[in-house]
């Protein structure tokens, strides 16, 4: 599933392709699921000029020179595609836009993304009701402190709360925690300010660093526990041969690193 690296780094190229172009064909596919206002879509992107791409945690929207805007979020197994003007739609297409040098399209294999119509994205009630952008707007030790001392619930549940950190999917969350050296079956109330501190920097800089390993098309850096976290197997090794544990922590398959993290 895409998280916030991926959007973010699909919101910058988006950008980079097509800011300041004029629209000239929008198609939709008839999917009442993922782009139920198929035809009100497609009328509001045709003729309009693209003059931004915005987003807060997973969703993202296309800024147009006329309201209403375009807002989707990718689900589990949403993309997007740029290619030339005259490319085929590719499979599993859902809505195709052409613009003055190239085409954007939006493709959903299992049909569980969304695309909609926005006039505000502040409010919307999908993106409204979303916490804090963790990569705009990283909390403080402070910040971070009373979100959690409000929280009797494992670190691993809060950090996937979309409510109040907007962006944070599962191999993001067990990263963030593995860096703060934290288990993700501990409390968030029973945290002490170093560790909190901790946790902050953490949240920070590791969403920092996906985030620009996303931008240049690769994955997070050796060493990350990323590279070990999936697979069959019910237990994988660090390349430093550490133990990497799979549990469900908070209702989401959760890999950890018990020698590491306390």
């Known amino acids: ?5 991926e959007v973010e780094a699909a919101r910058r190229r988006i950008l980079h392709r097509f800011q300041g172009q004029l629209t000239l064909e929008a198609r939709v596919a008839e999917d009442s699921i993922v782009i139920p206002e198929g035809s009100r879509v497609a009328a509001a992107l045709s003729g309009v000029r693209l003059i931004g791409v915005g987003r807060r945690g997973k969703f993202f929207w296309l800024e147009l020179d006329r309201k209403p805007w375009v807002a989707a979020h990718f689900g589990m197994s949403g993309w997007y595609e740029l290619s030339e003007r005259d490319a085929p739609e590719p499979k ?3 809505l195709s836009v052409v613009f003055e040098q190239g085409r954007l399209t939006l493709t959903d294999r299992r049909r569980l993304g969304r695309i909609w119509l926005i006039d505000d994205p502040m409010e919307d009630g999908r993106i409204a009701r979303l916490g804090r952008d963790v990569f705009d707007h990283p909390p403080t030790p402070d910040e971070l ?8 619930a494992p670190l ?11 962006g944070i999917g599962n191999y993001l969350a067990d990263e963030i925690l593995y860096r703060a050296k934290l288990n993700p079956s501990r409390l968030g109330q029973d945290l002490p300010p170093p560790e909190i501190a901790q946790l902050a920097r953490s949240l920070r800089e590791v969403t920092a660093e996906a985030v620009e ?12 526990l990323f590279h070990v976290r999936w697979g069959r197997a019910n237990r994988a090794r660090m390349l430093d041969g550490r133990e990497v544990v799979r549990d469900t922590i908070g209702g989401r398959t959760t890999a950890w690193v018990p020698e590491v993290q306390k």
Not at 145 to 152: D, F, N, S, V, W
Not at 156 to 161: E, F, Q, S, T, V
Not at 217 to 223: A, I, K, L, S
């Open 145 to 152: 402190a009373r979100i959690l001392g409000r929280r009797k």
């Open 156 to 166: 691993k549940a809060i950090l996937l709360d979309q409510g109040a950190f907007a």
């Open 92 to 94: 599993y297409w859902k």
């Open 213 to 224: 390993a996303a931008a240049r098309g690769e994955d997070p850096p050796e060493g990350w």
């Open 1 to 5: 599933m895409p998280e916030l690296p």
